[in-house]
């Protein structure tokens, strides 16, 4: 079974609730998928499918681009930790000139690819990890990754490195910096306590202003 196969057996095609217009392959439950892709892989530890849920940055950063499209319109970007592919679905809606989604799991990129496919959109993925590398990216767009240390260090460090425009979305979580950043939209996110502590996160907008070296927490 591909990891094609995979999802469509597993997901259902649904809108997250901040962005209806856009439709994901989605998991109800996030336990029993899990297992499901753990048996799949024939692997114990296998990280959980964050593909399957449109977290709460991501759908606000969505949002954001939609209600927004000239933050991308004509622009090469790429959606960084993308997931679902939903933000950088989101920039392919709103006119970007091409949309790179960029996750080091295979599902994730498969997700994306389907996604994108059910939505009528044209983006590209790699399983590569471009933290590090050298990027020609007009916009970078980054959906809720600042979850744990080591990661957020290594992602701002790399972000400020750049000449990219960037675009952050975050509910609050622990690692997101706390300077070097400037707020454009507030959104109420409905989420599931599946994933969350609660049912509904306010979930901010953010560009990084050159310097914003410091990690929250």
Known sequence: M????FI???AVLEAPPLVPEIRLYLASEVVPLWRKTEEELAAIGVPPPYWAFAWAGGQALARHVLDNPA????????????????????????????VLSADIDTFACAAARLNAAANGCAIATTTQDVIDTQSDRDVILVG????????????????????????LGDPGRS?????G???????TVPTTREVEDREIRETGVFR??????????
């Open 144 to 167: 809720d990754l600042f979850y744990e240390r080591p990661l957020a260090t290594r992602l701002l460090a790399w972000l400020n490195a750049t000449s990219a425009d960037v675009l």
């Open 71 to 98: 933050t991308v319109r004509g622009k090469r970007v790429l959606d960084l930790g993308a997931g679902s592919g939903l933000v950088g679905i989101a920039a392919a809606k709103a006119g970007a000139a091409d």
């Open 8 to 10: 469509r057996a597993n």
């Open 208 to 217: 990084l202003l050159r310097g914003g070296l410091t990690g929250g927490g």
């Open 175 to 179: 690692y997101f910096p706390r300077q």
């Open 2 to 5: 591909t990891p094609e196969d």
């Open 181 to 187: 950043v400037e707020r454009l939209a507030l959104y």
